[in-house]
């Protein structure tokens, strides 16, 4: 789960972040209406891509009712609060309704997987917490940004600025909340294991692995 969510977290809020700069910039002016679509949608795949392993498991562990019963749960909330909702919002009620389906389905999931797979909670809570507190930095910081660099700049340097800082915050806060915690094992090392490779932050990488690992 970790490694999905230190993927899954910044891509999600980032794109959720820095539409209201990407869309006008790759879509053009006319498309502005979309922002809080992929605003939601983004989010709707956040909340997916977090557990959509769980599937797997409880196949696995010859319970597929489970999976099936989640799916049910998801549209038989979608359907109504979709019809609602674009009644209220548009297309965009569309993507609150997925928003909300995916919503209390993750909460249903995470809680018998916690359950039926027998992880324990805290477990659970610490595999996504440092990317979720990094996620969380780099959305208020560019949303920040943005803000600023809106009337100084141009709208493509505004969004590449917003990006490349984007990129900082998370990695820096996510290292800085990896090595309080006294830099266990779990993605962060697997990362750096990686950047190890990478000429430019190899040796960087290097010195913040456990000596354990470095050998």
Do not use: C
């Amino acid at each position: 789960l970790s490694v999905i969510a230190i993927v899954a977290i910044p891509a999600a809020t980032g794109i959720a972040v820095i539409s209201k700069t990407a869309i006008p910039v790759l879509l053009g002016p006319n498309w502005v209406e979309a922002i809080p679509l992929v605003h939601a949608m983004a989010f709707v795949g956040l909340l997916t891509s977090l557990h959509s392993n769980t599937g797997v498991a409880y196949i696995a562990l010859g319970k597929p009712r489970i999976h099936v019963l989640l799916q049910s749960i998801s549209a038989i909330v979608l359907l109504p609060s979709a019809i609602a909702l674009a009644k209220i919002f548009g297309i965009v009620g569309v993507a609150y309704a997925y928003l909300l389906a995916n919503g209390l389905t993750f909460v249903i999931n995470i809680f018998i997987a916690v359950h039926l797979i027998q992880i324990p909670p805290r477990k659970a809570i610490v595999s996504v917490q440092r990317p979720l507190l990094s996620a969380l930095l780099m959305y208020v910081t560019v949303d920040w940004l943005q803000e600023y660099l809106m009337d100084q700049v141009a709208l493509i340097w505004n969004l590449l600025l917003s990006i490349s800082t984007g990129a900082l915050v998370f990695t820096a806060m996510l290292l800085v909340l990896w090595l309080i915690s006294g830099r266990p094992k779990g993605a962060e090392t697997i990362a750096l294991e990686y950047s190890r490779r990478i000429p430019v932050i190899g040796k960087l990488a290097e010195r913040l692995l456990p000596a354990s690992i470095r050998q």
